[in-house]
C-alpha cells in the first residue's frame, strides 16, 4: 500500500512516522506549502517532499492519503484525492459544516474511494478497556461521567489554531476527542449545554452532555495549560467506578535483589541492594499506528472501520451544538438542533 502525508505539521509528522513502520506500507511522499517542512519531514524518513498537492498525487502515485491540514481545508483536499482515485484518512474533526461533510461522502462514494476520519482517541489501551469493562457491565449502569483533556495552546507553535475559522477552537478541536469517545459507549446526546473563556493563548470549556439513557457526562478541555499534555476521565455507574488518568498511570516496576553479603546473626541486613528501578510500561505499537493499520485493512478486505463517517459527523454536530450553546448561553437540544441545521445523515 503507498501512502503519502498532506501537511508536515505536528500531526502530519504523527502520520508520517507511523506509516514508516507498518509493514507492507510505503511513504510515497509528504507535502506541505511550505516547502521547508516536507523537506525535514522527507528527509526523516526517506521519502519525497512536494510543496503542491498535484504534484503529490502524479509523482508518489499514492493509494491512500492522510490529510493533516487545518479544519477548513478537509473538504477541498478530500474531494480532490478523492476525484483522484485515492483513499482518504482525515484528520478530525471531519469539517467545519456539515454541508462540506456529505460533500465529502458523496464525492468520496461516487469515485469508489474509502474515507475514513481519524479519531484515535478510541484506539488507545486505556480508552479501549474503559469501554470494554462498561459493555461488560463491571460498574453496572453508569449515572455520571468525566472527562478532562488539557495541554499547552497550540497557538504557540501554529497561528492558524488562533483562528477559530480554521481549527474551531478547543471544544471542536481538542474536546471533539471525548465528545466521540463519550457517544461511542453511552450512546445518543440528548442535550447539550456549554460554557466557554477565551484570553490570548488561553481557550477554556466545560460541556456538559445529557444521554438518552440518562447518563450525564462532564467534559473540560483546555488550550493553554501550563504544563504537560495530559487527560483523564471516570464513569460512575450503580455499581462501581472506574478511573483512568494519563498522569497517573502505573509503570513497570523491577525489583531486584541482587544483594551482595548475607543476614548478620542479629538479624540485620548488612547486604548492599541494588535500588528498585521504575520505568514507563512499554507500548509496542502507538495508537496511532493501530489507528492507520486499521484503517488500511479496512481498505485492503473492505472491513466496516471502528469509527464510522456518520459517528465523526455526529461528533462534529455535538461540538457544534456546543459552540451554539457557548455563544447563546442556552442549552441546546439536540433533535431541535438537527431540524434547525439540516442534519446530513
Not at 281 to 294: D, I, K, M, N, V
Amino acid at each position: 500500500m503507498r501512502a503519502a502525508v498532506l501537511g508536515c505539521g505536528t500531526m502530519g509528522a504523527v502520520h508520517a512516522k507511523s506509516y514508516a513502520k507498518l509493514k507492507n506500507v510505503e511513504l510515497v511522499g509528504v507535502c506541505d506549502v511550505e516547502k521547508d517542512e516536507a523537506d525535514r519531514l522527507a528527509d526523516g524518513y526517506g521519502t519525497t517532499a512536494y510543496s503542491r498537492f498535484e504534484d503529490l498525487l502524479s509523482g508518489g502515485r499514492p493509494d491512500v492519503v492522510s490529510i493533516c491540514l487545518p479544519t477548513s481545508l478537509h473538504c477541498t483536499y478530500t474531494v480532490m484525492a478523492a476525484e483522484a482515485g485515492v483513499h482518504v484518512i482525515c484528520e478530525k474533526p471531519v469539517s467545519s459544516t456539515a454541508k462540506e461533510a456529505e460533500m465529502m461522502d458523496v464525492v468520496c462514494r461516487s469515485n469508489k474511494v474509502h474515507l475514513f476520519i481519524a479519531h484515535v482517541g478510541r484506539f488507545f489501551p486505556a480508552y479501549i478497556d474503559v469501554a470494554r469493562q462498561i459493555a461488560a457491565g463491571v460498574i453496572g449502569k453508569p449515572g455520571v461521567a468525566h472527562a478532562s483533556r488539557i495541554g499547552p495552546h497550540p497557538g504557540l507553535m501554529k497561528n492558524w489554531y488562533n483562528d477559530e475559522r480554521h481549527s474551531g477552537g478547543v471544544i471542536m478541536d481538542l474536546m471533539i476527542h471525548d465528545i466521540d469517545y463519550m457517544r461511542s459507549v453511552l450512546g445518543e446526546v440528548r442535550s447539550v449545554y456549554a460554557q466557554r473563556r477565551t484570553l490570548p493563548h488561553l481557550d477554556y470549556a466545560w460541556v456538559t452532555l445529557r444521554f438518552e439513557q440518562g447518563t450525564i457526562a462532564n467534559l473540560e478541555g483546555m488550550w493553554g495549560y501550563p504544563g504537560l499534555f495530559q487527560t483523564a476521565m471516570e464513569f460512575a455507574g450503580d455499581r462501581g467506578i472506574l478511573h483512568a488518568n494519563s498522569e497517573k498511570a502505573k509503570s513497570v516496576v523491577i525489583r531486584q535483589d541482587g544483594g551482595v553479603g548475607r543476614m548478620s546473626r542479629t538479624g540485620t541486613d548488612d547486604r548492599t541492594h541494588t535500588p528498585i528501578v521504575l520505568r514507563k510500561s512499554p507500548e509496542f505499537e502507538t495508537a496511532y499506528e493501530r489507528e492507520l493499520s486499521h484503517f488500511i485493512q479496512c481498505i485492503q478486505f473492505g472491513d466496516q472501520p471502528k469509527i464510522t463517517f456518520q459517528d465523526a459527523c455526529n461528533a462534529s454536530r455535538i461540538a457544534r451544538a456546543a459552540l451554539h450553546s457557548a455563544y447563546s448561553g442556552d442549552s441546546v437540544n439536540m433533535k431541535g438542533f438537527e431540524e434547525k441545521e439540516g442534519a446530513f445523515r
